[in-house]
């Protein structure tokens, strides 16, 4: 067994998707320490219930609802993206990696720590800024897809 482990680490680099991997890995890694140092520094953080930006709070049907709704839209537009492209790739692990972070935030907290306050409109964290992002990202290559391309 540990010897498959080694030689599955060893492969990783050639691996076809190694950017998912290392960019997903980075990111949540990264919003981890953020997140663990706010805490053990007492600095200013805000408890978030609901999803991304504080949407959902109070409205745990809603939150559910919109989490699996996301889910999907990522199957399905992981299914229609050319995941050859590296754009393609850092994009999903930048979703993946968001939605993982949080998700760890409301195992062990029960709640997701929002760091980032702009002009007290609402709070967010980096695992949030990333799923926007690749979000985007996707959404923008899928729309500009051709239409041989979409269904590959």
Known sequence: ????????????????????????????????????????????????????????KNVPGI???????????????????NLNKVANQVALSMILAGGISNILDRIFY????????IFSLSAFNLADLSIVIGSIIILKNYLLLPEVEKGK
């Open 1 to 56: 067994m540990f010897k498959v482990l080694l030689k599955s680490l060893r492969n990783i680099y050639s691996l076809k998707y190694r950017y998912l991997i290392i960019y997903g890995i980075l990111i949540i890694l990264v919003d981890r320490v953020i997140k663990i140092s706010i805490l053990a520094s007492g600095d200013f953080y805000t408890k978030n219930s609901g999803i991304a930006f504080g949407l959902g």
């Open 110 to 117: 029960g709640y997701v720590i929002d760091y980032i306050n």
């Open 63 to 81: 939150l559910f609802f919109l989490i699996v709704l996301g889910i999907v839209i990522l199957i399905y537009l992981s299914r229609q993206l």
